[in-house]
């Protein structure tokens, strides 16, 4: 089985660092985007398996970019996963009005993060190659 795809948006480099690392180890392929736009077009060229994006990115932020790939065709039906340091529950509510299909809080706990993307992945954690 070909390994699954992850899709990385996140503008902070040393966020962007740690999420990649810790894909990479568990033999993901990584793509890495910094922007809303970059988001988008890598998307829809590398249809990933899960995308986890930031909600504040440049250009345009992570809510409209997840309402864009939701209205694609291609992309609608990749889960979404909001990758952010707001954890309210207005927060969370925004979140799921616009598409994401779950979110993980930042700072990143490794463990918890490998596991919360095995489930959005629909893999078990033990499935998962060490």
Request: glycine share 4%; charged share 25%; proline share 7%.
């Amino acid at each position: 089985m070909p390994p699954k795809k992850v899709l990385v948006a996140e503008d902070d480099p040393n966020s962007m660092h740690l999420a990649s690392v810790l894909l990479k180890m568990k033999d993901y392929v990584v793509f890495e985007a910094t922007t809303g736009k970059q988001t988008v077009a890598l998307a829809l060229a590398e249809k990933p398996d899960l995308i986890l994006m930031d909600i504040e990115l440049p250009d345009i932020n992570g809510q409209d970019a997840i309402k864009i790939l939701r209205q694609h065709p291609e992309t609608k039906d990749i889960p979404i996963v909001a990758v952010t340091g707001y954890a309210s529950a207005g927060d969370r509510e925004r979140f799921f009005a616009a598409g994401c299909d779950g979110y993980i809080t930042k700072p990143l706990d490794a463990k918890k993060f490998l596991v919360d993307v095995a489930v959005f992945l629909n893999e078990t954690p033990s499935a998962q190659s060490s």
